[in-house]
């Protein structure tokens, strides 16, 4: 059904143009205990949704939407296995590689599959991390390059980044993923031959980035080591044992998934052979433990009480009711600096779609531009347009109460400027506030006058706080799934398959015929932009 022709749809329109001169700060004056009613807390994870723009009849609409929309059906129907993913006809089960119990496809358990490629991943990564696993030139590993693109690489780029202090003493984790020759150049550069490993994560070993540094990695090591040393230097995360022979590798050391992984669901599976090379089998499985947890909870908790509902729907409120046209994640821990890149492909590349599962137009906005930088940085560069421009702009503010690299009073610093943000973002501030300001000041006059307008603050400005104790594998693993589910959920509200991504598949088919014309082949017809850029790119090239 079209979301917009849900009855809760249409009461939670009518109660947004009833609210519409509510502020937050008449909200908290007149509910003492508003924190206490919009908290919610599971999975080591807490949530403070009392700064948005929301009242409990809000989210009693909301969760109502939530019903109307079958989002309980669509859950206990991706947990079970069934192919929800309809454009491609496959099971979603990301789910099921981090599960404890039993889990069908097609009647059949994976579990077990699941548990193998586990095992194999814990055996390889102990050889690697221990100094048995050798060179060609007998020496042991002490850097890991992972090559891979989209889900290949953000995923384990950001787990790795943000488990540093979990990371083995005599190990650097390295990644490459743009074909742009500058990302695999500058990273070799630094490196061994003689100690260096590389993982190709492909599924089906063609992925044109992914494939090029490939060769071009392989290329180098040859050169300086031989071709003998391939089997030495190159593992594989795929399921092509034909290509993956070819190329050199072992299939031995080809780690395999399956098809109900989605590209952007998949560090929990043999794609995350980075992070547990990095980090240890144990940590990779408390990873794992902690996003189970999660799963737990979105699997069994009522709606009103699903932090990752409640998340999805404070997000469609904001969305589809308040007009915000993007959301922005800032994580205040520099560890988690690729969050927000790694939620750009999660939520966008999920639900950035106008088609409903049916094949008819969605009749509302989907979704939102996700993006985001640490704190404080981003507070010295676009916080200016959250608090003053003229664009409602939500927030997730995500914090861990202690430091993994406690120094002298900087995390102190850090909280404190992460809640002063939020408290800035809701009350802001009045002009009769600016005046006693200024005039405190010293300021009188025209000049008061003159400044007072660039100095109000209008506040009311919506976000989350999400705290954890501190970041873990465990407590990561939980947060990682919380987005996953919150993704799904809207998926489900307006009507989305959230697990293909057919929008990224045109360019690539239009840069294959490009290829050969940029290289001097006969031109095909173009548009006269595209035409007239290559022969101006060929000319240049000679």
């Given at each position: 059904?079209?979301?917009?022709?849900?009855?809760?749809?249409?009461?939670?329109a009518?109660?947004?143009?009833?609210?519409?001169?509510?502020?937050?700060?008449?909200?908290?004056?007149?509910?003492?205990?508003?924190?206490?009613?919009?908290?919610?807390?599971?999975?080591?994870?807490?949530?403070?949704?009392?700064?948005?723009?929301?009242?409990?009849?809000?989210?009693?609409?909301?969760?109502?939407?939530?019903?109307?929309?079958?989002v309980?059906?669509?859950?206990?129907?991706?947990?079970?296995?069934?192919?929800?993913?309809?454009?491609?006809?496959?099971?979603?089960?990301?789910?099921?590689?981090?599960?404890?119990?039993?889990?069908q496809?097609?009647?059949?358990?994976?579990?077990?599959?699941?548990?193998?490629?586990?095992?194999?991943?814990?055996?390889?990564?102990?050889?690697?991390?221990?100094g048995?696993?050798?060179?060609?030139?007998?020496?042991?590993?002490?850097?890991?390059?992972?090559?891979?693109?989209?889900?290949?690489?953000?995923g384990?780029?950001?787990?790795?980044?943000?488990?540093?202090?979990?990371?083995?003493?005599?190990?650097?984790?390295?990644?490459?993923?743009?074909?742009?020759?500058?990302?695999?150049?500058?990273?070799?550069?630094?490196?061994?031959?003689a100690?260096?490993?590389?993982?190709?994560?492909?599924?089906?070993?063609?992925?044109?980035?992914?494939?090029?540094?490939?060769?071009?990695?392989?290329?180098?090591?040859?050169?300086?080591?031989?071709?003998?040393?391939?089997?030495?230097?190159?593992?594989a995360?795929?399921?092509?044992?034909?290509?993956v022979?070819?190329?050199?590798?072992?299939?031995?050391?080809?780690?395999?998934?399956?098809?109900?992984?989605?590209?952007?669901?998949?560090?929990w599976?043999?794609?995350?052979?980075?992070?547990?090379?990095?980090?240890?089998?144990?940590?990779?499985e408390?990873?794992?433990?902690?996003?189970?947890?999660?799963?737990?909870?979105?699997?069994?908790?009522?709606?009103?009480?699903?932090?990752?509902?409640?998340?999805?729907l404070?997000?469609?409120?904001?969305?589809?009711?308040?007009?915000?046209?993007?959301?922005?994640?800032?994580?205040?821990?520099?560890?988690?600096?690729?969050?927000p890149?790694?939620?750009?492909?999660?939520?966008?590349?999920?639900?950035?779609?106008?088609?409903?599962?049916?094949?008819?137009?969605?009749?509302?906005?989907?979704g939102?531009?996700?993006?985001?930088?640490?704190?404080?940085?981003?507070?010295?560069?676009?916080?200016?347009?959250?608090?003053?421009?003229?664009?409602?702009?939500?927030?997730?503010?995500?914090a861990?109460?202690?430091?993994?690299?406690?120094?002298?009073?900087?995390?102190?610093?850090?909280?404190?400027?992460?809640?002063?943000?939020?408290?800035?973002?809701?009350l802001?501030?009045?002009?009769?506030?600016?005046?006693?300001?200024?005039?405190?000041?010293?300021?009188?006059?025209?000049?008061l006058?003159?400044?007072?307008?660039?100095k109000?603050?209008?506040?009311?400005?919506?976000?989350?706080?999400?705290?954890?104790?501190?970041?873990?594998?465990?407590?990561?693993?939980?947060?990682?799934?919380?987005?996953?589910?919150?993704?799904?959920?809207?998926?489900?509200?307006?009507?989305?398959?959230?697990?293909?991504?057919?929008?990224?598949?045109?360019?690539?088919?239009?840069?294959?015929?490009?290829?050969?014309?940029?290289?001097?082949?006969?031109?095909?017809?173009?548009?006269?932009?595209?035409?007239?850029?290559?022969a101006?790119?060929?000319?240049?090239?000679?």
């Open positions: 059904m079209n979301p917009t022709r849900h009855a809760a749809w249409t009461a939670l009518a109660h947004r143009d009833a609210l519409a001169d509510t502020t937050l700060r008449q909200l908290f004056a007149t509910d003492p205990d508003r924190f206490t009613r919009c908290s919610l807390e599971a999975a080591g994870l807490f949530l403070d949704y009392s700064k948005q723009r929301v009242t409990m009849e809000t989210m009693a609409l909301l969760v109502k939407l939530a019903r109307e929309a079958g309980e059906a669509h859950r206990d129907a991706m947990f079970r296995g069934d192919r929800i993913n309809n454009t491609e006809n496959r099971a979603v089960l990301h789910t099921a590689l981090r599960a404890a119990a039993p889990v496809v097609d009647g059949r358990d994976v579990l077990g599959d699941v548990f193998e490629v586990l095992a194999q991943m814990r055996d390889f990564t102990g050889r690697v991390r221990d048995l696993w050798r060179g060609a030139s007998d020496q042991r590993i002490r850097d890991v390059v992972n090559i891979g693109i989209g889900g290949s690489d953000l384990p780029l950001m787990a790795c980044a943000a488990l540093e202090p979990y990371g083995h003493p005599e190990l650097r984790a390295h990644f490459v993923s743009n074909v742009d020759g500058t990302h695999l150049a500058t990273t070799l550069s630094r490196l061994d031959p100690t260096t490993l590389f993982i190709i994560a492909s599924k089906t070993f063609t992925t044109q980035e992914t494939l090029a540094n490939a060769h071009s990695a392989r290329a180098w090591l040859v050169e300086a080591l031989g071709e003998a040393a391939v089997a030495r230097h190159f593992v995360v795929s399921t092509n044992a034909a290509e022979s070819k190329f050199g590798i072992d299939t031995a050391n080809m780690f395999g998934f399956w098809d109900w992984v989605g590209g952007r669901y998949s560090l599976s043999a794609i995350g052979l980075s992070i547990a090379l990095y980090i240890g089998m144990d940590h990779f408390e990873l794992l433990a902690g996003a189970h947890a999660l799963d737990d909870h979105f699997r069994h908790a009522p709606l009103d009480a699903n932090l990752p509902v409640l998340l999805a404070l997000g469609i409120w904001n969305a589809n009711f308040l007009g915000a046209h993007s959301h922005a994640v800032i994580p205040y821990d520099q560890s988690l600096h690729r969050f890149a790694y939620l750009q492909q999660l939520d966008m590349e999920s639900n950035g779609k106008s088609v409903m599962r049916n094949g008819e137009p969605v009749g509302c906005a989907t939102p531009i996700i993006w985001g930088e640490p704190g404080t940085n981003g507070q010295h560069a676009f916080f200016q347009l959250i608090h003053q421009g003229t664009r409602l702009i939500p927030v997730d503010f995500i861990p109460i202690h430091s993994q690299h406690p120094l002298g009073r900087h995390h102190t610093l850090l909280l404190a400027n992460c809640l002063a943000q939020s408290e800035a973002l809701m802001g501030k009045t002009e009769a506030e600016v005046r006693t300001e200024l005039t405190a000041q010293g300021l009188r006059g025209a000049a006058e003159a400044l007072v307008p660039h109000v603050f209008t506040g009311n400005r919506p976000s989350n706080t999400i705290l954890c104790e501190r970041l873990t594998p465990t407590t990561l693993g939980a947060l990682i799934a919380l987005y996953e589910h919150k993704v799904f959920v809207q998926g489900v509200i307006w009507g989305l398959n959230s697990f293909d991504q057919w929008g990224v598949e045109l360019g690539k088919q239009l840069a294959k015929k490009l290829e050969g014309e940029l290289e001097g082949a006969p031109l095909q017809p173009h548009d006269a932009s595209t035409s007239g850029l290559i101006r790119i060929r000319a240049a090239r000679g």
